[in-house]
């Protein structure tokens, strides 16, 4: 017995050790991680639209930068949005915003990889470009950290005519889709409605007109839907959103059909479901809160915990037994 104990306790004892040293080091990194995630997630939906996620009073009038292109239309606080200027794919006049009614002819931010974006953005490169009247140094470091990090270039993956996606998987963005989306906007994406260049649309019209909307939208989610699960938190990959926007891309893109046709207002209308909610029945929304764990630390850590646990339960025995 001797000999059992002095072989097997310590070849128990060090997964036990193991565990621990993983415990201790893992929530560290997991912090750090989610820090910089949260500061990406900010600083993304203040490109989309600072003054909304902020809830202040956009400026009056339009930016200053605005009067020295001529080909784009708009005016007032959509001036403003940095995302009117350097596009939903980041690449201003050589990306999507290259023609059409977007077209500015002002640069994409994708060169910032190289500049420190913080401080254009604080006008040092151009006096006319200083948000910092606005945008305390804590939005700009979020803009900055969603432009060196959060921003990437789809569009190697998407038609640039045809707008459809190129070598999706249609099946993973259906069965991702369904595990995060259609609680909210339906199966086939018509049971939510909402603005988009003055009209009201639904998931589908918008996966077809402007892919790169659905995709930035559905990484970082909009200001307009602090409830929405995104891509970025339930850790999906690039390649899933593409996959998702496929699968809407096969959507029906007009309005929903039943004759009334909801306003903005619907949106208040439509139920909010829970992420992972009540919609998809008790084992469905067991199932999907099971695979969310799976894939993330929580479930990391009990295991660790369980494993801990059974560990000890051996030992006790292998001693008991002596
Ligand atoms: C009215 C249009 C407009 C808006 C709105 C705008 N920008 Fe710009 N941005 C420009 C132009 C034009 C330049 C090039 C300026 C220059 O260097 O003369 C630029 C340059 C930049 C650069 C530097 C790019 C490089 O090549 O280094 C960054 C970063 C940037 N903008 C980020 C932002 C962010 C973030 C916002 C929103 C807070 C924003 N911009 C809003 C027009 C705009
Ligand atoms: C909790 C309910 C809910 C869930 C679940 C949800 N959304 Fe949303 N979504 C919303 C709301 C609310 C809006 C804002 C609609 C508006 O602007 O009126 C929205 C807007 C959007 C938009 C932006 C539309 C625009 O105006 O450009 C996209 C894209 C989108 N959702 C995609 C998704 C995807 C993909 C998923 C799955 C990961 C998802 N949503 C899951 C509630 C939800």
Redesign the pocket.
């Given at each position: 017995m001797k000999r059992f104990r002095s072989i097997v306790v310590p070849a128990l004892i060090l997964p036990v050790l193991f565990t621990w040293a993983a415990l201790i080091y893992l929530p560290v990194s997991a912090g750090a991680l989610l820090q910089s995630d949260e500061d990406i997630i900010r600083g993304a939906r203040l490109y989309d639209n600072w003054f909304e996620e902020l809830d202040v009073q956009p400026p009056a009038g339009d930016m200053p930068l605005w009067a020295s292109q001529t080909t784009n239309s708009r005016s007032g606080p959509d001036t403003w949005r940095c995302v009117s200027c350097h596009g939903w794919d980041y690449q201003g006049r050589d990306g999507a915003f290259s023609s059409g009614n977007n077209f500015t002819g002002f640069p994409g931010v994708f060169p910032a990889l190289e500049n420190d974006p913080t401080l254009a953005i604080a006008g040092s490169t151009n006096p006319e470009h200083d948000f910092t009247e606005w945008l305390s140094s804590a939005d700009i470091a979020a803009l900055a950290a969603f432009i060196q990090s959060g921003t990437l270039d789809d569009n190697q993956f998407i038609d640039l005519t045809s707008r459809r996606v190129l070598n999706g998987n249609i099946e993973n963005g259906q069965a991702k889709?369904a595990s995060?989306?259609a609680?909210?906007?339906g199966s086939d994406g018509t049971a939510?409605v909402?603005?988009?260049e003055g009209q009201d649309v639904t998931?589908g019209t918008?996966a077809v007109t402007d892919p790169w909307?659905?995709l930035h939208?559905?990484r970082f989610g909009?200001a307009?839907?602090p409830?929405?699960?995104?891509?970025l938190s339930?850790e999906w990959t690039a390649q899933d959103g593409r996959d998702?926007l496929l699968f809407a891309q096969s959507f029906p893109s007009g309005l929903p059909s039943g004759g009334q046709t909801p306003s903005l207002g619907g949106?208040e209308e439509t139920p909010?479901?829970?992420?992972g909610g009540p919609a998809q029945g008790f084992w469905g929304g067991l199932l999907t809160a099971l695979g969310a764990m799976a894939t993330s630390l929580g479930f990391a850590i009990l295991l660790g915990v369980v494993l801990v646990g059974l560990i000890f339960v051996f030992v006790w025995f292998a001693r008991g037994k002596k």
């Open positions: 889709y995060a989306c609680s909210c906007h939510m909402f603005r988009m998931l918008l909307r659905f939208r559905t909009t307009a839907a409830d929405m699960p995104i891509g339930l998702v949106r909010v479901a829970q992420p």
